[in-house]
């Protein structure tokens, strides 16, 4: 059964195919140009015979210097019978479009990553009739974005950024920086990032946490499905308890008399105060911050 990670780790190419380029410069190789525009292609590589084969992402990119089909797999953990399926892929797409092809396999761990950048010699001991060589992408170079400046300059590679570093001790970070970042795009864009996002950290827990958290606290701008579906699921309790899950998750400990005080608050404005506070506070005291001092006077 395909996971929604892994729908995430490609499906993010073909929203905006310009991202390969982008990604791709983190690697110690020839840049590769910004696309002039892309095609999606039919991702069924099936031919007239029993064994159905099936790239994730495929793109044909128009650059400046030479047009190229580009196909994108997303590899959630090393499997020996791959490499041979992408060396199909690649002679196939080779003979069908007679453009050069490029396979880039995005990872969400380092130790697939590692795996999946070893070249594959296809032949005998005495000579390889076939090297493959794919472009990886994984934890290990894509940068973290952890400020919404950088998130701001590139959302879509932010958003990869973020599904790849979903494990990280500050996704928390990483992950308020692409939610505020997500405001510079058009709603339409960004909700569709917002739940392409979501697909990359729905296996772990604490991410997703986060990430759902983050995505109710603005009713004014998010309106993605995600956002409709976590609004729905309740008011005042259910944000006291996202913020005892934000709390919790960044190891704020809390006293308690303010566990009792965020349990025993029914005002939903209030509660969504302090929630996005408890995002970046480094104590229970700054969540209430100023609450304290309004109540003394």
């Known amino acids: 059964m395909v996971s929604s990670l892994h729908e995430a780790m490609h499906s993010i190419f073909g929203e905006d195919p310009g991202l390969f380029a982008r990604a791709t410069r983190t690697l110690?190789?020839?840049p590769f140009e910004t696309p002039i525009s892309a095609t999606p292609l039919p991702t069924d590589l099936t031919e007239n015979q029993p064994v159905e084969r099936r790239?994730?992402?495929?793109?044909?990119?128009?650059?400046?210097?030479?047009?190229?089909?580009?196909?994108v797999e997303a590899q959630n953990q090393p499997d020996p019978r791959k490499p041979s399926s992408w060396a199909y892929y690649l002679a196939h797409l080779?003979?069908?479009y007679q453009l050069p092809p490029v396979l880039l396999v995005v990872c969400p761990d380092q130790r697939t990553a590692d795996w999946a950048a070893q070249e594959v010699k296809i032949g005998p001991p005495q000579w390889s009739s076939l090297r493959l060589t794919p472009l990886v992408l994984g934890p290990g170079n894509v940068p973290v974005v952890r400020t919404v400046e950088e998130a701001a300059r590139d959302v879509p590679l932010s958003v990869l950024s973020a599904v790849l570093h979903r494990t990280d001790r500050d996704v928390d970070v990483i992950l308020e920086?692409?939610?505020?970042?997500?405001?510079v795009l058009d709603r339409e864009t960004a909700e569709k990032l917002i739940d392409l996002t979501g697909q990359g950290l729905d296996d772990n827990t604490n991410a997703i946490k986060i990430w759902r958290r983050l995505v109710a606290a603005d009713t004014s701008f998010f309106k993605s499905s995600l956002s409709q579906e976590i609004r729905a699921e309740g008011k005042a309790e259910d944000r006291a308890a996202a913020i005892f899950d934000v709390l919790e998750v960044r190891g704020i400990p809390v006293p308690e008399a303010?566990?009792?005080r965020i349990a025993s608050c029914d005002d939903?404005?209030?509660?969504?105060?302090?929630?996005?506070r408890a995002v970046t506070a480094k104590s229970t005291a700054e969540?209430?911050?100023d609450d304290l001092a309004d109540t003394e006077h």
């Open 28 to 30: 110690d190789i020839p």
């Open 258 to 260: 303010d566990r009792y």
């Open 55 to 71: 790239v994730d992402t495929l793109l044909r990119i128009e650059a400046p210097s030479g047009d190229y089909v580009l196909a």
């Open 177 to 183: 920086a692409l939610v505020a970042a997500l405001k």
């Open 268 to 276: 939903f404005d209030t509660l969504m105060r302090w929630f996005r």
């Open 94 to 96: 080779q003979a069908k």
């Open 287 to 289: 969540v209430f911050d």
